[in-house]
């Protein structure tokens, strides 16, 4: 009996043995299902929103740089240059942030084809992003955060508007996005060190010689470099205190020493140097600055926060999980919104980038073009700009009313006033022939902004026609050392020396007919392009030229005084005999003829002049009897009359010019 109860205890105990280990395989095999589970969930967030997203993002960003803002990249690489010469790095590097200006310059360049320009962005904007979540160890649905330091950049380069034209931060557009990648570097090469006094060298060396080359970057980096450090030695005070108070004093100090040697810096930007100031004569727009201030607080936040997070225990179900999901998707959804929200999209801004570019080409039916069906009223640099288009086509008699003569003041969006000098004067001031004034503001501008290709290409058209062929030759070898312009400035080169065919090129013929009865005397504009073209050709009276005679007619109608028209009226008449004469100058002589009660024998076109007009004039008397405003006359009207002279006179008004 005993024995039986032996054995049977015995088969009781390996049973339980057996559970007990059958239970443990179970247990360990839902362990590793859990943990497969977890792991496939982390590669699957991981691949979203490191790789996926990332990717969207830089096409979001391709489409709003290269699609959306293409005029806007190749208009900022006309204005800018990069010199292949020493004299030219010796002049960029001659204050701290120089060679960071250098190598932004050196970018902007490739500009010239926007979409090329634009992928070489992307790329150094891939790499800022994958640095960041390599140096601070980002895993995980919240990866997204590293795009916010690209998307600040890119908002930097197309919120700029109309300061792209008084922006003094060579390379600005690239110079900022070449800075934070080397900041970003430099803490990524710090937080893989790990002996102390190596840290030490490393963080001296990067703050003096990145602070010379670029310039506030490198302090905002030490700073960084210090909070990551101190996150790998949490419970050691001592060393902790320490690197913050050598830091510091690198941040402190090595600007004021670099103010000693460096002549071309104040005491008060030396903490800031290289860092882009928006300063206008309306004083200095901070806002301008936020993307730049974000990206500082951002990499010091990322910082801060390093080995904060466990990303290792994420299940596909878990509130954590969702949360940080959820955070993923805000964060994303905001940064596209930021960005779509910071482009700066005045259609005037962009019509007018475009209209230079086809009047620099002498592409005159493209320019046109530019201004018809437009949202908005143009402003007078379009007007401007579009004139001298419809004169080179030869038409301008019979279509200058066709089109919104109505305008408005640039839309800037901030403090900034906009002036024509800046933006457009010397290629309004050469196509009117007026060289003195083209080559006046080309150098004034480009000693107050810096001398970029645009100045230079108007200097060498402006000196061959003039027959300077010393000063032409002069800014040639200046072209002819850049990437893109190397061709552009050799053909004109074989213009140097040779008047007949200067005036003979097409780009030149009306330009050296103007200039030829011009005289050499500057006098003065006051600053205003339009009023001073208004006056002087309004006032000229020239019976050598039929190209300046109509161009006189012209300003003389759109001044609306008769005693200058009908000079200059007579003076059409006698150059084009047996020609019909264009419509607009019958508008207007017909109305001036009524206004100043005068009777001229002058065959007017029955249909399209005498009685248009008497309709014209029935129309508007009726509805200022009905008690209508004039301004709400003119908009009733304008739809029926918008296209002849008299809706012109008496329906725009009150023009502001700039």
């Known amino acids: 009996m005993n024995s039986q109860k032996k054995w049977n205890s015995n088969v009781d105990k390996t049973i339980i043995n057996k559970k007990k280990a059958s239970t443990k395989k179970i247990q360990q095999s839902n362990g590793i299902k859990?943990?497969?589970?977890?792991?496939?969930?982390?590669?699957?967030?991981?691949?979203?929103?490191?790789?996926?997203?990332?990717?969207?993002f830089a096409l979001y960003a391709f489409y709003m740089m290269a699609i959306k803002n293409s005029d806007v990249l190749y208009t900022v690489q006309e204005h800018s240059i990069f010199l292949f010469s020493i004299d030219f790095f010796?002049?960029?590097?001659?204050?701290?942030?120089?060679?960071?200006?250098?190598?932004?310059?050196?970018?902007?360049?490739?500009?010239?084809?926007?979409?090329?320009?634009?992928?070489?962005?992307?790329?150094?904007?891939?790499?800022?992003?994958?640095?960041?979540?390599?140096?601070?160890?980002?895993?995980?649905?919240?990866?997204?955060?590293?795009?916010?330091?690209?998307?600040?950049?890119?908002?930097?380069?197309?919120?700029?508007?109309?300061w792209l034209f008084y922006l003094k931060v060579?390379?600005?557009?690239?110079?900022?996005?070449?800075?934070?990648?080397?900041?970003?570097?430099?803490?990524?090469?710090?937080?893989?060190?790990?002996?102390?006094?190596?840290?030490?060298?490393?963080?001296?060396?990067w703050t003096i010689i990145g602070y010379i080359a670029f310039g506030w970057y490198a302090l905002i980096g030490s700073l960084v470099m210090a909070i990551h450090k101190s996150?790998?030695?949490?419970?050691?005070?001592?060393?902790?205190?320490?690197?913050?108070?050598?830091?510091?004093?690198?941040?402190?100090?090595?600007?004021?020493?670099?103010?000693?040697?460096?002549?071309?810096?104040?005491?008060?930007?030396?903490w800031i140097a290289a860092m882009p100031v928006f300063e206008s004569e309306e004083g200095v727009n901070g806002d301008k600055s936020t993307p730049f201030i974000i990206i500082a607080i951002t990499a010091a936040l990322l910082a801060l926060l390093k080995n904060n997070i466990d990303w290792t225990d994420l299940e596909r179900k878990s509130i954590k999980t969702k949360l940080l999901i959820f955070i993923n998707?805000?964060?994303?959804?905001?940064?596209?919104s930021c960005v779509w929200k910071s482009n700066f999209d005045d259609y005037n801004y962009h019509c007018e980038l475009r209209i230079h570019r086809a009047i620099d080409e002498c592409r005159w039916k493209d320019a046109i073009e530019e201004t018809t069906d437009a949202p908005c009223h143009p402003t007078r640099e379009i007007l401007l700009l579009r004139n001298i288009a419809l004169m080179n086509e030869g038409n301008i008699g019979n279509t200058l009313f066709h089109y919104d003569n109505t305008t408005i003041l640039p839309q800037t969006g901030d403090s900034l006033a906009v002036h024509m000098l800046q933006t457009n004067a010397p290629l309004t001031y050469m196509n009117y022939g007026r060289i003195n004034f083209a080559i006046r503001w080309?150098?004034?501008?480009?000693?107050?902004?810096?001398?970029?290709?645009?100045?230079?290409?108007?200097?060498?058209?402006?000196?061959?026609?003039?027959?300077?062929?010393?000063?032409?030759?002069?800014?040639?070898?200046?072209?002819?050392?850049?990437?893109?312009?190397?061709?552009?400035?050799?053909?004109?080169?074989?213009?140097?020396?040779?008047?007949?065919?200067?005036?003979n090129a097409p780009e030149f013929k009306n330009i050296c007919e103007l200039y030829k009865h011009f005289t050499d005397v500057i006098d003065g504009d006051d600053g205003l392009i339009e009023p001073y073209l208004m006056g002087w050709f309004g006032n000229t009276?020239?019976?050598?030229?039929?190209?300046?005679q109509e161009l006189t007619l012209i300003f003389a109608m759109l001044s609306k005084e008769s005693k200058l028209f009908w000079p200059k009226f007579a003076l059409y008449d006698y150059f084009h005999k047996n020609e019909e004469t264009p419509i607009h100058y019958q508008e207007a002589a017909y109305l001036y003829s009524i206004l100043d009660n005068i009777k001229i024998s002058y065959p007017f076109d029955q249909n399209k002049i005498i009685n248009r007009y008497e309709s014209f004039a029935q129309i508007t008397r009726s509805m200022l009897d009905q008690g209508m405003t004039e301004a709400q006359v003119g908009e009733a009207t304008k739809e029926l009359y918008g296209d002849t002279f008299w809706w012109f006179y008496f329906f725009v008004t009150n023009i502001d010019t700039y």
């Open 442 to 503: 080309c150098i004034e501008n480009g000693v107050e902004y810096g001398f970029c290709i645009n100045d230079y290409k108007t200097l060498i058209r402006c000196s061959l026609i003039a027959h300077e062929y010393e000063a032409a030759q002069k800014y040639i070898n200046i072209l002819k050392q850049t990437l893109f312009y190397k061709d552009w400035a050799e053909h004109y080169e074989t213009m140097i020396g040779d008047s007949v065919k200067i005036a």
């Open 329 to 336: 998707v805000i964060i994303y959804i905001v940064l596209c």
């Open 231 to 270: 996150k790998d030695m949490p419970f050691n005070k001592s060393a902790y205190i320490q690197r913050i108070i050598i830091s510091a004093a690198l941040i402190a100090f090595t600007p004021l020493v670099a103010y000693h040697f460096y002549t071309q810096i104040r005491l008060d930007e030396a």
């Open 90 to 162: 010796k002049s960029m590097t001659a204050a701290p942030g120089g060679f960071l200006s250098w190598l932004g310059c050196f970018f902007v360049q490739f500009f010239n084809t926007p979409w090329v320009g634009t992928l070489i962005m992307i790329l150094i904007w891939a790499l800022i992003y994958f640095i960041t979540i390599k140096t601070f160890n980002i895993k995980g649905p919240l990866c997204v955060t590293a795009l916010i330091i690209p998307a600040s950049l890119l908002c930097s380069v197309i919120f700029t508007g109309y």
């Open 541 to 548: 009276q020239n019976k050598k030229s039929k190209y300046l």
């Open 170 to 205: 060579p390379g600005y557009y690239c110079a900022e996005s070449i800075g934070t990648l080397f900041m970003m570097l430099a803490v990524f090469i710090a937080s893989r060190i790990r002996n102390k006094w190596i840290w030490i060298v490393w963080d001296v060396l």
């Open 34 to 56: 859990k943990e497969q589970t977890s792991t496939k969930c982390n590669k699957s967030y991981t691949l979203i929103t490191c790789f996926i997203l990332p990717f969207l």
